[in-house]
């Protein structure tokens, strides 16, 4: 069976006609138990926070937003703690342009964004698939195995390399559960080239 990834602001007739009779299911920070779950604002706790050994964060969102280093503020370990799935983003209009993701909280090096995407979002949300969410990664299985699935996010995104928009976390999932993960490492480095272990 399918599993799809359609945009929360369809409605719910929209939704039943380009899936007809799927399971839909809301995977946001608005969705319901367990499915919130999977939102990358959720605080599962203990994330392991790349490049950064023995640190961890309470969400992927929290991690994103730590080390991103603006023209007027570098990283900033506050948002590693917060629990409210509220309060995590850093904003361009408060800080200035971004100078791109720090390779750790004391890392020395700068990453562009699509390095970002895959030697920090990917192996946190990974993690969480892995690890807190990996009950929810087999009920998709289970369910996907008899049922076309839907995910709702607010992005529809599937490809990290699309740098011109955001990048749906449940595209991620679906890649997951299908086996098709995306690489972690630029395109020409080798695997964990840059990673240093950090975000096993």
């Known amino acids: 069976m399918a599993i799809r990834v359609l945009s929360r602001r369809r409605s719910a007739a929209t939704i039943e006609a380009a899936a007809p009779g799927a399971v839909v299911l809301d995977v946001t920070s608005r969705g319901p138990d367990p499915w919130v779950r999977l939102s990358p604002f959720y605080p599962h706790g203990g994330i392991p926070v790349p490049f950064s050994p023995g640190v961890s964060g309470e969400s992927v969102e929290g991690i994103w937003q730590a080390l991103k280093v603006f023209a007027g503020a570098d990283v900033d370990p506050g948002r590693l703690g917060v629990t409210t799935m509220k309060g995590l983003k850093r904003t361009v209009r408060r800080y200035g342009p971004v100078r791109g993701h720090r390779a750790g909280l004391t890392g020395d090096r700068l990453l562009g964004y699509a390095e970002a995407r895959r030697l920090i979002y990917l192996p946190a949300y990974r993690w969480v698939l892995e690890h807190p969410a990996a ?18 996010d607010y992005t529809t995104n599937a490809d990290v390399a699309d740098l011109g928009t955001p990048l749906s976390h449940a595209a991620l999932v679906r890649s997951f559960v299908s086996g098709e993960w995306p690489a972690e490492s630029p395109p020409g480095e080798p695997a964990g080239a840059l990673s240093g272990g950090a975000a096993e």
């Open 135 to 152: 009950d929810l990664v087999a009920e998709l299985r289970r369910l996907s195995a008899d049922r076309d699935l839907v995910l709702l």
